[in-house]
């Protein structure tokens, strides 16, 4: 099992910066792929950020590609998402994610261990 808590969100003026972080703890060695995902009010999940930890390969959604950075700690067990030029389209639950896949991936059945989220909120 691995357990995943994420923190860092908030509210933020466009053009804004907020780092997520996330903990995990468990048996976090066996997950290949760690991410994040977002979901707005009304819409479908979706993939923003992936690392797979094999060779360190990302993978981005275009809509964040240049403005957000995934970054993994080994030693601290923990992932980041730095989010730059924050835009009103980036409000949504952030939720951090772990599983198996090989190379970076966005696809949300590669990943098996789910956190319970943090809210960005960006105002224009």
């Known amino acids: 099992q691995v357990q995943l808590v994420e923190s860092g969100g908030g509210s933020v003026q466009a053009g804004g910066s907020l780092r997520l972080s996330c903990a995990a703890s468990?048996?976090?060695?066996?997950?290949?792929?760690m991410g994040w995902f977002r979901q707005a009010p009304g819409k479908e999940r979706e993939g923003v950020a992936s690392?797979?930890?094999?060779?360190?390969?990302?993978a981005y959604a275009n809509s964040v590609k240049g403005r957000f950075t995934i970054t993994r700690d080994n030693a601290k067990n923990a992932l980041y998402l730095q989010m730059n030029s924050l835009k009103p389209e980036d409000t949504a639950m952030y939720f951090c994610?772990?599983?198996?896949?090989?190379?970076?991936?966005?696809?949300?059945?590669?990943?098996?261990?789910w956190g319970q989220g943090t809210q960005v909120t960006v105002s224009s």
């Open positions: 690392q797979y930890t094999g060779d360190g390969t990302t």
């Open positions: 994610a772990a599983g198996r896949c090989i190379g970076g991936s966005l696809v949300q059945s590669d990943f098996t261990f």
């Open positions: 468990g048996y976090i060695y066996s997950a290949s792929c």
